[in-house]
């Protein structure tokens, strides 16, 4: 555990804080390199069945630290956005593709690279002072952290494009409507522990199978219908041979309730 991401583990679930709550859990070197490697370390971890994502405080995360990236731009720096490639870039890459569900808790703001990071969550949960800003365009520069990924797939080109280069915040009840909150509790206290339910109850399905979709998914929304074709047998071979899948079929032929284990 370190003072920029706090750890939480209850069972299979595995809270993860941006904890700088006096900056709105704004992004800097030491934060970004313990959410890249931390997630690495999630991804191999049978233990961890789920990820909860949250932010410290009254804000989800308002992006990269300006201050900070201020700094590099006065030092002279020839690579001063060098962070896309060494600490952006492997996060977005890892939350997507993690091997297990994310669920994010988005209470209060998302902006910049914070918005971006709750978009590439599989789950978002939101309450009445949530809200989303694609700021990049704010400061004079384009997305990052996979948000040309992320929200044309959620909303569409056109919608993506107005929240890109308009960079106006989307409250709570417009981001829900456009589905970029998968569901918005009444009150703000309620967005961590309504996360924490949903993480639950996905830490005890069927994790493998639920890698798998993600996977097809991530293929099947941008490829043709043969690499969906592809990519669904090779996700039903893997869990065909689980056993999650024989102790469920077992169990549902004999009219129980299946217990899934991850394996």
């Not at 309620?190 to 339910?197: D, I, K």
Request: glycine share 8%; with cysteine; net charge negative.
């Amino acid at each position: 555990m370190s003072d920029e991401l706090l750890i939480e583990r209850d069972g299979a679930v595995v809270t993860l804080t941006l904890n700088r709550p006096d900056s709105l859990n704004s992004l800097d070197r030491a934060l970004k390199e313990s959410l890249r490697d931390t997630l690495s370390d999630l991804d191999t971890d049978p233990e961890c069945r789920a990820v909860v994502l949250a932010g410290a405080g009254r804000a989800f995360c308002v992006g990269q630290d300006l201050r900070e990236h201020l700094e590099v731009l006065e030092s002279g720096s020839t690579a001063p956005l060098g962070t896309v490639r060494e600490h952006y870039n492997p996060i977005a890459s890892r939350l997507a593709q993690l091997s297990k569900p994310v669920v994010a808790a988005v209470r209060g703001a998302a902006a910049g690279a914070g918005a971006s990071l709750a978009l590439l969550a599989d789950f978002r949960i939101g309450g009445p002072k949530t809200s989303l800003l694609m700021a990049f365009a704010n400061v004079g520069l384009a997305a990052d952290t996979g948000a040309s990924w992320s929200l044309p797939r959620l909303v569409g080109l056109a919608k993506a494009t107005e929240l890109l280069m308009l960079a106006q915040p989307v409250p709570a009840a417009e981001a829900h409507r456009l589905g970029l909150l998968t569901t918005l509790v009444d009150e703000d206290d309620q967005v961590l522990p309504a996360a924490r339910e949903l993480a639950a109850r996905l830490a005890a399905g069927p994790t493998l199978a639920y890698g798998a979709i993600k996977r097809e998914l991530a293929i099947g929304s941008i490829g043709s219908l043969a690499d969906a074709l592809a990519a669904e047998a090779e996700a039903q071979a893997q869990t065909g041979a689980s056993e999650d899948h024989r102790a469920a079929t077992a169990a549902f032929a004999a009219k129980r309730r299946p217990e899934f284990t991850g394996r």
